[in-house]
């Protein structure tokens, strides 16, 4: 449905004929994944399993962004491979976006020659696994209307390639149609997602222990990264990449622990205990030179689509039916803020700075004694520069909140690392589409809220929700400065016809257009509005 608007990723289901059996499933070439950003040791990874794999015949895809595929160079030239196993080599394009329709002509071969026990594909160092995991599931139509840009990854290439429908042999040419219905009919089959001839086990992710706090402070974008092979138009920070590599992982590798001071370290503890926040349901290890048992990785029978997008830290937390307090090891925690009442643009503007700024806040557990302060590398105490920037601790954030000048559109907000964004939602608050226009969904997503008490007699849905993930989280001040930009009984009791002359303190003056809902078609009329901004 068009106007059903929803903070969990679309979850496509797998293409599988009803009548299959056990023993085609059997057949199906079991996969792999292994994500990771430039450096954190996903070559070394896909090197071990190589030397341990023993008799299992492994058949590898290795992708480079750039033309020279370095990776799978090496691998060739380490012999790994043997006589009556394969290498594909994939580069100049991303499997997450550009070179999708690639990757499934490539693993159907695979799948089809039936020499292989398995299938290890190393990804290119900017690679988001969603997406990559998506191309496993999804049917051709999907997967075509993806190729041509209505969902598709984030990392554009310069040169285009053959969409899906070409990767499959399969004409989109009108004259053809015919003759590929008759192909179809004569071999009994017709195009498929990869989840015919392979099954997606394990996505693992590989993190550099020693480089993570580094990375999750930088505002460094992708482009920047002279390693990373990204396009000019890729407009990702290589900390949101991070997150959403880690976030979207059935394993996570806590690689290189010799480098922050070995497994008990309380660096370390820090390290783990923030990954298991970010992602609670994935299996962690922590590996030296990504030494780890092959058990761990191949054949886990682990990845399941729906609950691998629902994994991430932040949902987990919407999840739960109120937020309950956790223990706070290492300092790392977690708070949701919720409000009926609209956020005073201005106020929220005030206050939300220094996401991610984790010099700010103590790097070392922080005494019981309140009189010893810890001075920051700012010169300040711990409690001076919480103050003036509350969420430096916030590492990620993610919700939706309600502005008083966009009264009848929820923002979307979140944060990775240093990077806050806030975008105008498709969608506006149900309340203002109106109850004569609610489908069946709609309908049910109402009394799902009034069932928790947040539909409002006056406003209905509208409201504020928002998760923080973060290290030394001062919890009370965070939700006083939230609760304070939030607006006031008499801000509240001079009503919508005051709002709309708040400053836009966001949007640069643009913000008046989701004021008001004035219908789906005069809204789609407006051509590209949702434009987000960031800090």
């Avoid at 599988?16 to 450096?39: C, I, M, Q």
């Avoid at 006083?480 to 607006?487: G, P, Q």
């Amino acid at each position: 449905n068009s106007k059903t608007r929803t903070m969990q990723a679309e979850v496509p289901k797998p293409n599988l004929p009803g009548d299959e059996t056990e023993a085609a499933v059997a057949k199906r070439l079991p996969v792999t994944v292994l994500s990771g950003f430039l450096g954190a040791g996903k070559t070394t990874l896909l090197k071990n399993i190589l030397q341990n794999k023993k008799d299992l015949k492994v058949a590898v895809i290795v992708n480079d962004m750039s033309p020279l595929n370095l990776d799978a160079n090496e691998i060739a030239g380490s012999k790994l491979i043997r006589q009556e196993e394969k290498m594909v080599a994939m580069q100049n394009g991303c499997i997450c976006c550009t070179l999708r329709g690639d990757l499934l002509e490539r693993v159907k071969e695979l799948s089809e020659e039936q020499k292989y026990d398995y299938l290890v594909i190393e990804s290119t160092g900017i690679s988001e696994p969603l997406p990559v995991a998506q191309t496993f599931v999804m049917d051709v139509d999907e997967m075509t209307a993806m190729e041509e840009g209505e969902e598709g990854g984030e990392c554009p290439e310069e040169e285009e390639v053959d969409d899906l429908s070409k990767a499959m042999d399969v004409s989109g040419a009108e004259e053809e149609n015919q003759e590929r219905k008759e192909k179809e009919e004569d071999e009994n089959k017709k195009p498929m997602s990869l989840s015919h001839y392979s099954r997606l086990d394990t996505m693992v992710t590989v993190v550099d222990s020693s480089n993570l706090f580094s990375v999750l402070q930088s505002i460094q974008a992708l482009t920047e990264n002279e390693m990373g092979g990204a396009s000019d138009e890729d407009e990702r920070t290589v900390c949101h990449l991070m997150i959403d590599q880690i976030e979207f992982a059935n394993v996570i590798l806590l690689n290189k622990v010799d480098l922050v001071g070995g497994e008990d370290s309380e660096e370390m503890q820090k390290v783990e205990g923030l990954i298991k926040k970010l992602n609670p349901k994935a299996k962690v290890y922590k590996t030296h030179k990504s030494e780890v048992d092959l058990a761990k990785l191949l054949d886990t029978k682990l990845f399941d689509m729906e609950e691998a997008s629902t994994s991430a830290g932040w949902i987990q937390e919407l999840l739960k039916p109120e937020h309950t307090p956790e223990s706070e090891e290492y300092g790392v925690s977690s708070f949701i803020f919720r409000s009926t009442r609209p956020f005073h643009p201005r106020r929220l503007k005030e206050i939300v700075n220094g996401f991610g700024e984790l010099n700010k806040v103590v790097t070392v557990q922080e005494t019981q004694n309140e009189k010893q302060e810890t001075i920051s590398e700012s010169g300040k105490t711990s409690w001076e520069a919480k103050k003036d920037s509350p969420f430096s601790g916030v590492i990620r954030s993610k919700g939706q909140i309600w502005l008083a000048n966009a009264k009848d559109w929820p923002m979307d907000m979140h944060s990775a690392g240093k990077q806050l964004e806030i975008i105008p939602n498709d969608v506006p608050f149900l309340h203002a589409i109106g109850e004569e226009n609610w489908d069946e969904d709609e309908k049910a997503g109402v009394e799902e809220i009034k069932a928790k008490g947040r539909w409002d007699a006056e406003f209905g849905d509208r409201g504020s929700e928002l998760v923080c993930i973060g290290i030394n989280l001062d919890k009370k001040l965070l939700m006083s400065k939230l609760s304070e930009a939030c607006l006031t009984d008499k801000e509240m009791a001079a009503g919508p016809e005051a709002w709309i002359d708040f400053e836009d303190a966001f949007f640069g003056g643009d913000i008046k257009q989701y004021f008001e809902f004035a219908g789906f078609g005069e809204e789609e009329e407006g051509g590209d509005s949702h434009k987000g901004h960031h800090h």
